[in-house]
Structure formats: structure tokens, C-alpha cells
């Protein structure tokens, strides 16, 4: 089934246009920036060490750095380089460092965007639809991610959705123990003292029914190039 998107004019990044601050020479000791510290792997991944799901994976193509490429909506905060007419409902009121890491901070968004109190935020993300979103984080985790989730798939903020999805991460912990226990079976039987065979009883024969498909039956999937939208666009 063919999907209608509507794109709007791609932004430049910000450091083409609304940067006052331009300099032809850096120095070190005038430099105002710090080195930035080497992020963990989990500030990357869409599911935490502890198996707190974050966002789905699948659309984080929608989310790009501000900075760095073109993009249709900024989601991010308040920022005085951004004109006054933009909207900042987007942005998310939690902050890392005084609201929890950066993984706390994205669960905290995605708990407070799905909450039946934020109902009108969550129509209004879905309508982000195709866009491509911007944000100061990006690649790292991000609660653009969420908002691309929301925008593209067909997750709704209904409770009992919530709470099939949080059953379904729940248990991948549980899946990851199972070659273990395996394992352990494999070798509990291999301790057993062998029973010796039983004599082998001829059993009737049991007749197979026939496929009736043939391979002309089968129709090739169907795309439509509008199923999957081109990334960035004309500036």
C-alpha cells in the first residue's frame, strides 16, 4: 500500500546560517570548547544493559545533528540561534545531568510523551511523519528517536499496547539465558547411565500429501517509491 508524504523545505544547518560567531583562526588557549569525552556504547544502542527498551531502531534515519545536515523540523529546545517564530514543543523538558544519563533521560521522555496527560503532543508527533527531524544529539541516543518511532510506525499511546511491549522486552533477558541452560541439560543426560535401545518396531508408512502450488502461483511483493522516501532532499 502506497504511503503519501509531504515534505517541507529543507533547513540549512546552523552553522550556515544564524551563526554570528565566525573566526578565521583558532587558538588553543582562546578556544571556549572542551574536548568532548568518549561516549559509552550503550549511549548508542536502542535498548539499555538492563533491558529498558528506548526506541525503535528502525527510524532513527529520520533524526540527523542540527549542525551537520539538512533537515525539515528542529525538535530540540529553546535555543537563541533559531528564529523567534519557531515552535519548541518538541523539545524535551528533561536534561541529561540533572535529570539522569542520557539513556534515563530518553526513557523519561518516551514515559512522558506516551502519558495519557500528553495525548495532544502525541497526535501532534504523528504528524511528523516523513520529516526529517533535528536535534543536538544525534548520532547518539536521542529523544528525536522516539518522536521518529511515534511519526512512522503505527505504535499509539494506547495502555494496553504499552503493556504488551513492555512484556515483549521483558522477556529478551530471559532469552538470552536459554543456550546456558542447554548447556547444562546436555550435560546432566550425558551423566545418565545409558539405558540400552529397544528393538525397532516397524511402523506403517505415512503418505504425504502432494503440494497442489505451484511456483506461477506465487506474485512478486509490490513496491512503491513512495513507501520509502529519499533521505534529506533539495535544499
Not at 583562526?25 to 536502542?46: D, G, L, Q, R, V
Not at 539538512?70 to 517564530?85: A, L, V, W
Not at 526529517?132 to 528525536?144: D, E, K, M, R, T
Request: proline share 9%.
Amino acid at each position: 500500500m502506497s504511503q503519501n508524504y509531504t515534505y517541507s523545505k529543507l533547513k540549512k544547518p546552523s552553522y550556515v546560517s544564524g551563526s554570528s560567531n565566525k573566526s578565521s583562526s583558532h587558538t588553543t588557549s582562546s578556544s571556549p570548547y572542551k574536548k568532548k569525552e568518549i561516549e559509552p556504547k550503550e549511549n548508542y544502542e536502542p535498548i539499555t544493559p538492563e533491558g529498558v527498551y528506548l526506541y525503535d531502531k528502525d527510524y532513527t534515519h529520520f533524526v540527523v545533528h542540527c549542525s551537520k545536515s539538512s533537515y525539515n523540523e528542529y525538535i530540540g529546545r529553546y535555543n537563541p540561534k533559531f528564529p523567534s517564530t519557531n515552535n519548541y514543543k518538541f523539545g524535551n523538558p528533561f536534561v541529561v545531568g540533572k535529570d539522569g544519563d542520557r539513556n534515563t533521560v530518553v526513557k523519561k521522555y518516551r514515559d512522558w510523551i506516551f502519558s495519557p496527560e500528553q495525548n495532544d503532543l502525541f497526535n501532534a508527533a504523528k504528524e511528523l511523519k516523513g520529516k526529517i527531524l533535528a536535534c543536538w544529539c544525534s548520532p547518539l541516543n536521542c529523544h528525536g528517536f522516539v518522536l521518529s518511532e511515534i511519526a512512522n510506525s503505527s505504535i499509539t499511546n494506547k495502555p494496553e499496547q504499552i503493556l504488551q511491549q513492555s512484556e515483549v522486552i521483558s522477556q529478551q533477558p530471559q532469552q538470552s539465558q536459554q543456550p546456558q541452560q542447554t548447556q547444562q541439560t546436555q550435560q546432566t543426560q550425558q551423566t545418565q547411565p545409558q539405558q540400552p535401545p529397544q528393538p525397532v518396531q516397524s511402523q506403517p508408512k505415512i503418505q504425504t500429501r502432494s503440494s497442489t502450488m505451484s511456483t506461477s502461483d506465487l506474485k512478486k511483493p509490490l513496491f512503491d517509491d513512495k513507501d520509502f522516501p529519499p533521505l534529506g532532499g533539495k535544499k
